[in-house]
């Protein structure tokens, strides 16, 4: 699969984090509600140390609520971490963001001790929307490219709480296969970077294992075909994506399949479950 980022990339989004890091009091993590794994850059951990951080479960309308409620559970368990679902563009959950900064450093955050944090994840997960929605006024464009300075600005929550105004970007890890379909099933890899087919093959194979009842409904499926490529045939020929001759056009209806899927349109679907087997889950050929 082809991707966007390039090793000297990688390598200034590294060096700019990290000379950011000594400057804040702690991380607010976003990762995707659907994929909390694979969304997340393992490097970051290493970046932050002991510093607390907040693991942000964005998208979290298009995410398994049950699903997401064992993602929160497993996060809590760890050392210096609280973790919490939102909708970035809402203010109810993102306005407990604060809290949860105080209750993780308590000792800042007061009148004359200014908790200072960084919004940091992967390319599209809806960090310049947390930052507009935490801030209450457009701060950041939604879909602009990113890029840290060594000396940040900060916006002042008027809570004790400042943030970086521009958030630390890191790359998803794509090293593992099937996280990488899962990325891309969500829509996190651009465009050009990946094989509709074969990502909706991966995504049909999960779906029918996952939630058969949902994609039945949605696609008025009697029975589930036996596999996930007479599944993408089904879907387009009930949608009419054909070519010459009555056959199926795979191309568009796997688009189709993934659009419907990212806009939530079969259900609100988690692509990863806290103890599963990354490398082996769902796809096409596991
Ligand atoms: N459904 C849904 N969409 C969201 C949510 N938050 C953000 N989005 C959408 O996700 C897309 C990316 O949001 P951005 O805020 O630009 O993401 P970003 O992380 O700043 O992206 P880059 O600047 O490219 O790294 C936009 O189309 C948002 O509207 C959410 O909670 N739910
Ligand atoms: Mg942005």
New binding site residues.
Partial sequence: MKIEWYPGHMAKAKRQIAEVMPKIDLVIE?LDARLPASSANPMLEKLRGNKPCIKVL?????ADPGVTDLWVEYFDQMEGVKAIP?????RSAVGQIPKLCRRLMPHRGVPGKTLRAMVV??????????I?TLAGKKM???????AITTCPQQIDLRNGIHLADT?G?LWPDIRNQKGAYRLAASGAIGEGGMDYVEVALFAAEYLMNHYSGPLAARYKLADMPESASLLIEQIGRKRGCLIAGGNVDLQRASELLLRELRS?LIGRVSLETPGMDLEKEGGCDS
């Fill in positions: 976003v964005n998208k979290s309308d298009l939102i909708e970035a563009n809402k994840g992967i390319p599209n997960v809806g960090k310049s929307t947390l507009n950041a464009r939604v879909g602009d490219k990113p958030p970007l939530g």
